[in-house]
């Protein structure tokens, strides 16, 4: 007998594969290492929404703060001062020179202390009204720190973090536990931090499900330490890709490992059980080579519908998104490769062979309940698919009713420190999420218009922005300037305003060192920071179309009195989360929807690829026109299955109130690709059945011999391997983990109960091949 591939080239696979191991391994630690999140990279280059930022950072220092307070933290607690102080001087920072991580620190009680000094002399009350919502409580005498980092400081923010604590121990009478830290940089701290607390734990957690299923499924540990070994190659080979190729890890991509693991889990049980019906049929010897032709066609197809499902969030406009469908489905694909190279050879060199009584086989007397279900189905064939139709029907309608949620408060779990210190702060001081709107106008204009004009028109948005609900703090040129009066024709109110103006124009350069104004050579840009609350579940983008109404007619008002052509740009956090979560369902729709599209015209083709035979055996176009539209139907039939479990439960998400975030708009289109990977080994061993000659019953009896098992036991260690992560604290992780979950065990339901009840019912009667008149 001539050998197998496998063993004539297994010392090369092996080899091959050992010298790969540890460069795969050492690129993969790399980039977990540089892994990091911000949600101002959610969105691309291309959106409006980041060119207006990208615009703003241009002119103004990017607003990349912390904001620093305590319980009793009030404007004459000598700890502020000295806090401010020390996070003030250089630090050395990885052994390496001393870097500055603040660009500027700013205190309650040093601001208080500028207003009422000159130019403007204001009394302590005035002053202080000036500063509530921003650097003072507004009924209370609580006041904060706010750090703008240096790029050095966002380069290092886990270590300003840290130095930031450190640094407060060492203030008598100041407990760094007791420290309320928030801000656009702490978020970022955050996330990268749930997201990588307990990953390790959780991901161990996953391979002992995966081994402890496989050892019981399997009863051999050789065989379950063979597919470990290349699940785990596939999974640090994922990560490496991305490295390799110059992406970047962030939260939402640290799922890609453990996704590639459990994904290449299920392609080795497939395989494996093919294996060892193999060892029965044609001896060990042969078992690995004729496992991977009894594989091959199945496991490549499904290899390329999850790729088709995962590639199908490369549609995504939310870069996170985008680059975990992309990098997630060249990452099948090449663990697909790896499976029928790396774990055929370990099969073959080892000649992992078990007793016959501890096979799961096709010819295993253990099939026998299979039959007995495929008896109970056939009784109850079209009650299942009545029932599943209107399963289908309700959960469409659910599907309307799903709601998206982009905050930071989406991205945590309810009792997370961050989310504590946002409510304390927006408690106590004020809110936190910015809203930037920046006043453009012409640098040169008639002689007529002076600084006082401009600084109505200033006044003038600062009022309408503040005035609106949700919005807790506006921070303008206007905390910094005299009091602007109205215009007047009285020649005392003149003669003041002329003073004024002149001020004005003193406390220009104020204005530019407090990041309020910047000039170019052609325009000015007034500053003026709003902060909306991220704890009131406040509907971002109705606030923005209300802001834009109440700041247009201003600006045009401006115009109309000869200040030339003057408008505003709105950017910062709340116009990146509206943007954001109208992208969300979008992004759903779209990917989900060209998934189904791909994966149903693959479906067809490969149910008119098995009806070659039956189109050779007629002639004549009306036959042809009717085995090609019976093919057609079949393809379409086959997707039910497929797509009832992802509109099952994000149907049931959106009755429920249940928000989609980052995590969850994912499961659909990745749920729809694994699940039609059960499909296709169902559909072709039941169409093998019928072109051998077999009844529909026998044929559904054929593939339930053939796969139910591999499928039960794929769907479980996918499933409950990928369950393990529904514990993390970041919830995109934990909701992507059991929705996930939920999905493959729906799938799992479907593909061995409705699928064989549509197969079985007149419905199925276009999978058997056309009879000749």
């Not at 005392?492 to 003193?506: A, D, P």
């Amino acid at each position: 007998m001539k050998p197998s591939f496998y063993s004539r080239y297994r010392v090369g696979i092996f080899a091959f594969f050992l010298f790969l191991t540890p460069i795969i391994f050492t690129i993969s630690q790399r980039a977990l290492e540089k892994s990091s999140t911000r949600i101002e990279d959610w969105l691309p280059d291309a959106f409006e929404e980041t060119k207006q930022l990208e615009w703003f950072q241009k002119h103004f220092v990017s607003d990349d703060l912390l904001i620093i307070s305590w319980e009793g933290c009030t404007f004459d607690d000598p700890r502020l001062r000295k806090l401010a102080n020390v996070l003030r001087m250089p630090v050395k920072v990885d052994d390496r020179q001393q870097v500055k991580l603040a660009r500027q620190i700013v205190t309650g009680p040093e601001v208080l202390d500028s207003l009422r000094q000159e130019p403007l002399k204001l009394s302590r009350r005035e002053a202080m009204v000036r500063l509530r919502g921003w650097l003072a409580s507004n009924d209370s005498e609580l006041t904060c720190l706010l750090l703008m980092l240096t790029k050095e400081g966002w380069e290092h923010r886990h270590f300003l973090i840290d130095h930031i604590q450190i640094m407060a121990g060492t203030i008598e009478g100041l407990d760094p536990q007791a420290m309320h830290i928030a801000g656009t940089t702490m978020d970022s701290v955050s996330i990268d931090r749930a997201s990588k607390d307990g990953l390790q734990i959780m991901l161990l957690g996953s391979y002992a499900v995966g081994c402890l299923l496989m050892v019981y499924m399997f009863r051999s540990i050789a065989l379950t330490i063979a597919v470990f070994l290349t699940a785990v190659f596939c999974q640090q080979l994922s990560l490496s890709v991305v490295e390799f190729s110059g992406g970047h890890i962030d939260s939402v991509m640290l799922m890609i490992p453990s996704l590639l693991y459990v994904l290449t889990i299920s392609a080795s049980v497939h395989l494996v059980n093919y294996y060892r019906d193999a060892i029965i049929l044609h001896g060990p010897e042969r078992a690995p080579g004729q496992a991977v032709k009894y594989a091959f066609l199945p496991c490549s197809l499904a290899s390329v519908t999850t790729a088709l499902g995962l590639g199908s969030l490369g549609v995504s406009f939310l870069t996170p998104v985008k680059n975990f469908g992309i990098y997630s489905a060249v990452g099948v694909l090449l663990a697909t490769v790896v499976v029928f190279t790396m774990l055929p050879a370990l099969l073959s060199q080892f000649l992992l062979w078990a007793s016959p009584g501890k096979q799961s086989t096709a010819v295993s007397p253990e099939n026998d309940r299979w039959i007995r279900i495929r008896e109970w189905i056939d009784r109850r064939s079209m009650t299942i698919v009545l029932i599943s139709m209107v399963l289908l029907g309700a959960s469409v309608w659910g599907v309307t009713k799903i709601s998206t949620g982009a905050r930071v408060h989406d991205l945590f779990p309810k009792d997370a420190q961050i989310l504590q210190d946002y409510a304390w702060f927006e408690d106590k001081i004020g809110p936190l999420v910015p809203l930037e709107v920046i006043v453009v106008m012409p640098k040169e204009m008639p002689s007529p218009v002076t600084m006082l004009d401009r600084m109505r028109v200033v006044g003038a948005v600062h009022a309408a922005v503040s005035s609106h609900e949700g919005i807790g703090a506006v921070i303008s040129p206007l905390n910094m300037s005299p009091r602007i009066t109205r215009r007047s024709r009285r020649t005392l109110e003149i003669v003041k305003e002329g003073l004024i103006n002149k001020q004005l124009n003193k406390n220009m350069s104020t204005f530019v060192e407090m990041d309020r104004l910047r000039e170019t050579s052609t325009e000015q840009l007034w500053r003026i920071s709003a902060r909306a609350y991220a704890g009131r579940g406040l509907h971002y983008a109705t606030m923005l179309e209300e802001l834009k109404k109440s700041v247009e007619p201003i600006l045009a008002r401006g115009a109309s009195l000869g200040m030339g052509d003057i408008r505003a740009v709105y950017c910062g956090g709340v116009p990146l989360v509206q943007k954001a979560q109208e992208q969300m369902v979008d992004d759903l729709i779209r990917s989900f929807m060209l998934a189904f599209l791909l994966i149903t015209v693959m479906m067809i083709g490969l149910t008119l690829s098995g009806a070659v035979q039956e189109f050779s055996a007629f002639s004549g176009q009306g036959k042809f026109v009717q085995i090609f539209s019976r093919q057609v139907l079949a393809g379409l039939i086959s997707m039910i299955p497929n797509v009832l479990p992802c509109l099952v439960v994000l149907g049931g998400m959106g009755l429920l109130g249940i928000q989609l975030e980052i995590g969850s708009i994912m499961t659909a289109s990745v749920a729809l690709g694994i699940a039609v990977d059960d499909t296709l080994h169902f559909i072709t061993w039941f169409r093998r059945g019928l072109q051998s000659g077999m009844t529909r019953a026998e044929a559904v009896e054929n593939a339930y011999k053939w796969c139910a098992n591999a499928m039960t036991q794929t769907s479980l260690i996918c499933g409950l391997g990928l369950l393990t992560f529904a514990f993390s604290d970041f919830v995109p992780i934990s909701r992507f983990a059991w929705v996930m979950f939920s999905m493959v065990m729906f799938a799992l339901v479907a593909d061995l109960l409705v699928l064989p009840a549509l197969l079985l019912s007149p419905l199925g009667k276009v999978f058997e091949p056309l009879k000749s008149d």
